[in-house]
């Protein structure tokens, strides 16, 4: 095969063979193909797309470049679960203990931040002691005895996404949805779990920006589940607002710990319950929707899924005692309030300006390899459509310096808006897509 004729044809708008797509992505990871005609081809499927045929092909054959997840030595229905990327997402953080709580299996692999979303692993390393990098045995015995384990993706899952992502990042080609859904369904078929439940964002504060865009990735990335044999229920969620209230690393953690205590934002509590009782039908431990929702609720209720939380924190070597004292958690030294001038709405909250304030805060990188501060970030008093009374806190700046303090306090009020007269709330949940959808 002659690699600038494979770019000409995508070029053109033809579909290539699966054939042709091997041989770029196993030409592509040997070293073989280099940089400049695998920039071509990428930016060729930008302009021109691919079918759910040739999608899945480059998901196949990137899902092969590395290493795969053996799980079959845990017994049960292996579920799971992965957003999109967004602000004030701490579902996974909730998910996790609340899913294996009701005895789902969960064993999750987890990422760090990119841009300005937050990641699991960021967050969890708040905790002191914690072990995000778990040995393949210390995984699987984990999720065998416990019910779930968290670790960072290996090195060696998926070169072929690594590779890709990068040159992908400085060559203006991530926004494309076929080349988002191999890279992200390419992960979670190596990963190795039997049922995958996405989230997917749509949002200022999310990858995709508009509700089609989200809801073709969506059907696209259930489509590759429908070929690949694994069931994929994706949801198509909003990214507008950030979801919950805690932007940062020890903020998420104390927001998910809240949550579990049953306390918490609702919108964040209410997504977190739904796909909790989706992954329980998806396992099919529960039959019945309102079942497995009830099952959920009382889970925090009861708290078992608190429980389960300090569980798998103490199996990876964390102190558990954060979950119950917050001043635990790593604390920043300069905090400023910023209240309600008067009696008024939430109109409108800018989660993508938060998202980026709490980057240059120090919460995420700004560039690979950055250390972060896992101390510092915005903690929200409520989200659109939320009252406040005239003195009431709508948001904290945690911050590592006066200088950062001022500039975060400057980024919140002008990503915040508000209202005399009441504003309607945000919807959540606006599709839910599964593989019966797309006959
Ligand atoms: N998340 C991923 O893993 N890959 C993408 O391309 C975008 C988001
Ligand atoms: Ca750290």
């Known amino acids: 095969m002659f690699v600038p004729e494979l770019i000409r044809k995508k070029r053109d708008g033809g579909r290539l063979s699966q054939g042709e797509i091997e041989y770029l992505i196993e030409g592509y990871v040997k070293g073989d193909i280099p940089d400049y005609q695998m920039s071509a081809f990428l930016m060729a499927v930008y302009f021109r797309g691919m079918s759910y045929e040739e999608t899945t092909a480059l998901t196949l054959a990137m899902a092969r470049s590395g290493e795969v997840v053996d799980l079959s030595a845990v017994d049960g229905v292996k579920v799971d679960k992965h957003s999109s990327g967004g602000i004030a997402d701490t579902t996974t953080l909730v998910l996790i203990p609340l899913a294996a709580s009701a005895g789902i299996k969960v064993a999750k692999m987890a990422g760090r931040g990119l841009g300005y979303t937050g990641g699991t692993i960021d967050k969890l390393e708040s905790i002191k002691g914690f072990r995000t990098a778990l040995t393949k045995e210390e995984f699987v015995n984990q999720v065998r005895s416990i019910g779930a384990a968290i670790t960072e993706q290996s090195e060696r899952l998926v070169p072929a996404d690594k590779m890709l992502y990068s040159l992908r990042d400085v060559t203006a080609t991530v926004e494309s949805i076929p080349l988002i859904a191999s890279s992200i369904m390419s992960k979670k078929l190596a990963g190795g779990a039997d049922r995958i439940l996405l989230d997917v964002k749509f949002g200022r504060g999310a990858f995709m920006k508009t509700y089609s865009d989200a809801l073709e990735l969506a059907k696209t990335m259930v489509a590759i589940g ?51 009782a989706e992954m329980a039908l998806m396992a099919g431990i529960e039959k019945e929707p309102e079942k497995a929702r009830r099952v959920m609720e009382e889970n925090i209720e009861n708290g078992k899924a608190l429980e389960k939380f300090k569980e798998i924190i103490r199996a990876q070597g964390g102190d558990a005692d954060v979950l119950e004292d917050y001043s635990k958690l790593p604390q920043a030294p300069f905090t400023r309030s910023l209240v309600a001038e008067e009696d008024c709405y939430i109109k409108d909250i800018d989660g993508l300006k938060l998202g980026l304030c709490s980057v240059r805060l120090g919460a995420g990188r700004e560039k690979k390899g950055d250390d972060i501060d896992h101390s510092v970030g915005i903690l929200l008093g409520g ?24 500039y975060g306090a400057k980024m919140v009020r002008e990503s915040i808006a508000f209202s005399p007269t009441p504003v309607e709330k945000n919807k959540l949940v606006y599709a839910r897509v599964t593989q019966e959808d797309l006959k």
């Open 383 to 406: 989200k659109a459509g939320d009252y406040l009374r005239k003195g009431q806190v709508y948001a904290t700046v945690y911050a590592s310096s006066r200088d950062k303090l001022a």
């Open 226 to 276: 429908r070929v690949a044999g694994k069931e994929v229920v994706a949801y198509v969620t909003s990214m507008d607002q950030p979801l919950g209230l805690a932007i940062g690393n020890s903020l998420e953690v104390m927001e998910a710990a809240e949550v579990l205590k049953g306390r918490g934002h609702k919108d964040l509590k209410e997504l977190c319950l739904e796909f909790a």
